[in-house]
DNA sequence: TATCATAATTAGAATTATTATCATATTAGA
DNA sequence: TCTAATATGATAATAATTCTAATTATGATA
């Protein structure tokens, strides 16, 4: 465990916003301004490997980081790309698979929509809809 | 309706293995040998405009594409990123958002296994597993 | 505490997938 | 056929991620 393990460790435990590597990189820059993105990235996939975070691949541009390692399912902005935890607990049959034998280790669903924040911005302006839309960094 | 277009919708449908931009490129290229990559995408993205075919985020390594608009889930391998639709009816429950407020638009449940052929590559030669799991080609 | 092996960090280059640009070519409709 | 609109192809640009190699920190042991 070194200082900036802990500190990526830290940011990540009680953060909601599902964040990038990105996001964590500025994030703790500012705590430790030396910190090299490769750090980020290794220490992101040493913590998925002892199984204390999670990778989600629902954000098509980017991949999100899970503090919450427990099975739970997510909704997600097509606009923005949040990210929100389900609480609900949803139970799904394991498939039939009729073709192909999977041997099936988890599932995650995801639920699409428009947050709240993205459906006022669209009414309030609709000629730049499209902006939002293509617009990767949702800023 | 150009040529080139008609190709890739013809490759895609019928097709059940989930092709990436790169397959579809390579597969036309045969038959269309000056088709661009640029091609590809902006057909891509013409198609999922109109409907006729929809993306796929849950190979985390690339963009996959599904010919079947139609609602309908994923049985995903996570080491050869292998796709396969599921028939299954899976109904489940709108989410009961607290916080946030989302309009929900639809949802997708994701799989996550490892497929026949990836087993018993494992089993056949645990020394070389590290390769299967990093090798993004899935070759 | 000094030494050593191991693992972590850094900076930057390299890679991969995807998107944008723009000149040219093709298409579809009058 | 003519023309406007759109599609294509070559290439450059971008963004996220991964790799490499040199350096540095860490922890165990003498």
Same mark, same amino acid.
């Given at each position: 465990? /070194? ?10 435990? &009680? ?7 990105? +996001?964590?990189? *500025?994030?703790?820059? *500012?705590? %430790? ?5 490769? /750090? ?10 002892? &199984? ?6 629902? +954000?098509?541009?980017? *991949?999100? %980081? ?10 997600? !902005? ?6 929100? +935890? ?5 139970? =799904? ?8 034998? %999977?041997? =099936?280790? &988890?599932?995650? =669903?995801?639920?699409? &929509? =428009?947050?709240?924040? !993205? ?17 990767? /960094?949702?800023?």
């Amino acid at each position: 465990m /070194t200082p900036q393990r802990m500190a990526i460790l830290n940011y990540l435990k &009680g953060n909601l916003e599902h964040p990038s590597a990105e +996001d964590i990189y *500025k994030a703790i820059g *500012k705590k %430790f301004p030396t910190m090299s993105f490769a /750090t980020v990235y290794n220490t992101l996939e040493t913590l998925k490997q002892m &199984g204390q975070i999670r990778e989600l691949y629902c +954000d098509p541009y980017k *991949k999100r %980081f899970d503090p919450n390692p427990n099975p739970h399912h997510h909704v997600v !902005c097509t606009q923005c790309q949040k990210i929100v +935890d389900l609480q609900d607990e949803i139970r =799904i049959k394991p498939p039939t698979l009729t073709t192909e034998k %999977f041997e =099936i280790l &988890g599932s995650h =669903i995801e639920f699409y &929509g =428009i947050c709240s924040k !993205c459906k006022s911005k669209n009414s309030s302006s609709r000629k730049e809809e499209t902006i939002y839309v293509k617009n990767r /960094t949702g800023s």
